[in-house]
Structures are given as structure tokens and as C-alpha cells.
């Protein structure tokens, strides 16, 4: 599996944004997905993370209320839609996966990542 993110950009402070990470080959249903972010000077956390089989999710305390992680496995890609976007939001975001697994906020966990896109919040 290979990934390739996209949907980044600047957005005004409140807005909104929906990230997608779209993947290759035919096994999508089989992996665990999540978002990461990386800000500069700052370590690289996990935003959200979804199941393989979709049923469980995960979301980082700075983000549960702003952001829904979904997956659509006919298209193999994942999504992050982010809401009332802050600029502290800032960062590049990527996907990670790894075959089956719980969703895991652990980056050690997932073995295949994507490029980064960029999301600028603006005040």
C-alpha cells in the first residue's frame, strides 16, 4: 500500500478543512488508518485513527468535538474533517497505516506513511 495525502491549505481561523489519504492497491479494508501531525519544534502526534474494520476510532483530546476521522473502503481512502480550525491546528498532516490492529496514537505502530500535507490556520 501506498499513500498520498492531500487537501491542505490555508484556512482562516473557525474554518474548516477535510483531508483526504487515498491508497493503493486492493487491500484498503485491511488496514488501520490515522492521522499525524507535526508542527515545527514540535513532536508528531496522532490526531485520529480509525480501524480496519471502521468500527473503532480514536481522537486526540485537542481535537474531539472539531474533527471526524471516516474511511470509505470502496475508494480506499481515508478522511479528516477538520472544523473550527485554530491556529495552534497549524501542521503538517499525515497518514499512516498498518495491516489490521487496534487504533493506535502510537506512531511505532504504523509502517507505511504518506507524504505530508500542510495546513495553515490563520488568526
Known amino acids: 500500500v501506498q499513500l498520498q495525502a492531500s487537501g491542505g491549505g490555508l484556512v482562516q481561523a473557525g474554518g474548516s478543512l477535510r483531508l483526504s489519504c487515498a491508497a493503493s492497491?486492493?487491500?484498503?479494508?485491511?488496514?488501520?488508518m490515522a492521522w499525524f501531525r507535526q508542527a515545527p519544534g514540535k513532536e508528531r502526534e496522532c490526531v485520529a485513527a480509525?480501524?480496519?474494520?471502521?468500527?473503532?476510532?480514536y481522537y486526540a483530546d485537542s481535537v474531539k468535538g472539531r474533527c471526524t476521522v471516516s474511511r470509505d473502503d470502496a475508494k480506499s481512502t481515508v478522511y479528516l474533517q477538520m472544523t473550527s480550525l485554530k491556529p495552534e491546528d497549524t501542521a503538517v498532516y499525515y497518514c499512516?497505516?498498518?495491516?489490521?490492529?487496534?487504533?493506535?496514537?502510537?506512531?511505532?505502530?504504523?509502517?507505511?506513511w504518506g507524504q505530508g500535507t500542510l495546513v495553515t490556520v490563520s488568526s
Open positions: 492497491g486492493r487491500t484498503f479494508s485491511s488496514y488501520t
Open positions: 499512516a497505516a498498518r495491516k489490521f490492529g487496534r487504533a493506535s496514537a502510537n506512531a511505532a505502530f504504523y509502517d507505511i
Open positions: 480509525i480501524e480496519w474494520k471502521g468500527d473503532r476510532t
